[in-house]
């Protein structure tokens, strides 16, 4: 089956950056739907950036400004740039798949961001 395997997770002071990593063990293509959410806890999952099939990316209004998803093809990796991180921040981060109908999803990475 598909896998994604996320990285790049940790602790960072409000203020400051994180880079997640999404790699899929499969060849992703830019029809290919691709999101990343995050969950706190006693919190519902969220939508944080999603790319569309028609390439367009849109952002969760929280983040709007500060978090940058990207693709590298090549790599068949996907990127969220975090910048300017906040307490709020704090969650678990999900990268997510919708490939051949069928949602695919990561077990997630932990972002801690500390005031």
């Known amino acids: 089956q598909v896998q994604l395997v996320e990285s790049g997770g940790g602790l960072v002071q409000s203020g400051g950056s994180l880079r997640l990593s999404c790699a899929a063990s499969v060849i992703i293509f830019s029809r290919n739907s691709m999101g990343w959410y995050r969950q706190a806890p006693g919190k519902e999952r969220e939508l944080v950036a999603h790319i569309t099939s028609g390439g367009s990316t849109n952002y969760a209004d929280s983040v709007k400004g500060r978090f940058t998803f990207s693709r590298d093809n090549v790599k068949n990796t996907v990127y969220l740039q975090m910048n300017s991180l906040k307490p709020e921040d704090t969650a678990v981060y999900y990268c997510?798949?919708?490939?051949?109908?069928?949602?695919?999803w990561g077990k997630g990475t932990l972002v801690t961001v500390s005031s």
């Open positions: 997510h798949l919708f490939r051949g109908g069928i949602d695919y």
